[in-house]
């Protein structure tokens, strides 16, 4: 509903009104001070749409509703297109811009942006699909896949691949990038996929996959 301008400007050196006052001004700067500085239109006045409203609520329900005020409560902020206020909200609050969920930590919205990503990874075992390569081995290493495959099956298969490391106590898997050790193939695949080194991610999984096809 838009709420009638309590202003009545005219065009061109003819008089400005201020209706609930009848009061006449005859430069406009003197009737948007009055609209500004009045006790009595006090919380009435949107400066940004040069518009005087019947009453604070009034106002209020303005500001709520149109697409001319965009307001991030926590920060106190206005913003003048929904644009504006979107992207302070993906900058300051960490906000997804696919569904609109906020974040306390930009890692938070990193970790759940891949949430979005489409399923066109499919699993090596089974016909189910994935968005990730790592959620596919997590899958494999958990023993749901329908094939049967489990975590030591998986363990068997890459042992020869260049990415394991025995010195440890057993067997870990080693980023040969930044030569971080892994427990599981799939942390392994967590890490290069969060570009925290310098490893290529697609090189990593098609090795992986590669050493799984040769046995299933
Ligand atoms: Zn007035
Ligand atoms: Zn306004
Ligand atoms: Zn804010
Ligand atoms: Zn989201
Ligand atoms: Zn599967
Ligand atoms: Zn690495």
Known sequence: MVRENQLQILNEGATCVCIPCDRQFVFINGLLNH??????????????????????????AHVDNSPRHNICTPCDLDFSTAALLE????????????????FRKVNDLMQHKRSHLPLEIECLGCDRLFSEFSAMMIHLES????????????DSYIRDCGYVNELYDGLMYQCPDCEADFRFASALCQHVASNACNQNPEDTFNDIESCIKCYV
């Open 143 to 154: 023993g749901n896949c329908e094939s049967g495959i489990d975590r030591d099956d998986i």
């Open 87 to 102: 992207s302070h909200d993906v900058d300051v609050h960490n906000m997804c811009m696919d569904c609109g969920k906020y």
């Open 35 to 60: 609209c500004r500085n009045a006790e009595v239109h006090q919380g009435e006045w949107c400066e940004r749409c040069q518009w005087l409203f019947v009453s604070p609520a009034a106002r209020q």
